[in-house]
């Protein structure tokens, strides 16, 4: 299993209060993404990152915000939680970006926003 | 606009039997195509995979056809079994780019 880990695995917040979500990576693979699981849309990418300090948008990066001063940490925050974001977050890495390059997943965090 | 569609959100099978799941895809760009399975409380893991210059790959249990024209492509699990009960999504990705598009999902139930 690639090691990815992702911390907090739960959390439950209110409206309006600033969350930030980790993946940490033991792999040293160049790009990491984030996305959410939602019912009804599979996974959706928010941000992903290409190298230290670069990172793109995906699409539903509103609301969120992204940061990787590592290799081995991409942050996710949620600037202002709101009820919307409720969902299930997964990180994910590859060393490349080719199409023969599979994505490996960490094990996700569970966000609630009361 | 859901440019990778997995019409199917559930699908029972006995086990031993054939499971076929099926994802179509709009976005004509697109030239690679996963799958990956989810078990509850876990991250997806990678399955199998096909390029588009190919219309079948197998990996034991497990083969994707892909029918380009028709812009389908199915997977197919031959013997079915219990262990294979999970949520699969297919995902497609396009050569100029890093990312990937899922399908919204389909979970399978192989039942004894």
């Known amino acids: 299993d690639a090691g990815i880990t992702q911390s907090p695995r739960h959390k439950v917040t209110e409206t309006g209060t600033p969350v930030t979500l980790r993946c940490h990576q033991t792999e040293n693979h160049r790009y990491m993404y984030w996305y959410r699981q939602d019912p009804g849309h599979g996974l959706r990418l928010i941000h992903y990152s290409y190298g230290v300090k670069d990172t793109d948008k995906g699409e539903v990066s509103d609301g969120y915000s992204v940061s990787r001063s590592k290799t081995e940490d991409f942050l996710l925050t949620l600037e202002s939680a709101t009820s919307s974001q409720t969902s299930v977050y997964f990180c994910?890495?590859?060393?490349?970006?080719?199409?023969?390059?599979?994505?490996?997943f960490g094990p996700g965090t569970r966000l609630l926003v009361l | 606009d859901q440019q990778v569609k997995q019409n199917s959100p559930s699908l029972s099978v006995q086990e031993g039997r054939i499971s076929i799941l099926n994802c179509d895809y709009t976005?004509?760009?697109?030239?690679?195509f996963l799958w990956y399975k989810k078990y509850p409380a876990e991250g997806p893991t990678f399955l199998i995979s096909i390029s588009s210059i190919k219309d079948k790959n197998e990996d034991g249990r497990f083969t994707v056809f892909l029918n380009k024209s028709a812009k389908h492509l199915s997977l197919h699990i031959v013997p079915s079994q219990p262990g294979d009960s999970a949520v699969y999504f297919c995902?497609?990705?396009?050569?100029?780019?890093?990312?990937?598009?899922f399908g919204t999902g389909t979970r399978l139930q192989v039942t004894l």
């Open positions: 976005n004509s760009m697109f030239d690679y």
């Open positions: 994910a890495i590859s060393e490349s970006w080719t199409q023969q390059e599979t994505q490996y």
């Open positions: 995902a497609a990705h396009t050569g100029t780019a890093s990312k990937l598009t």
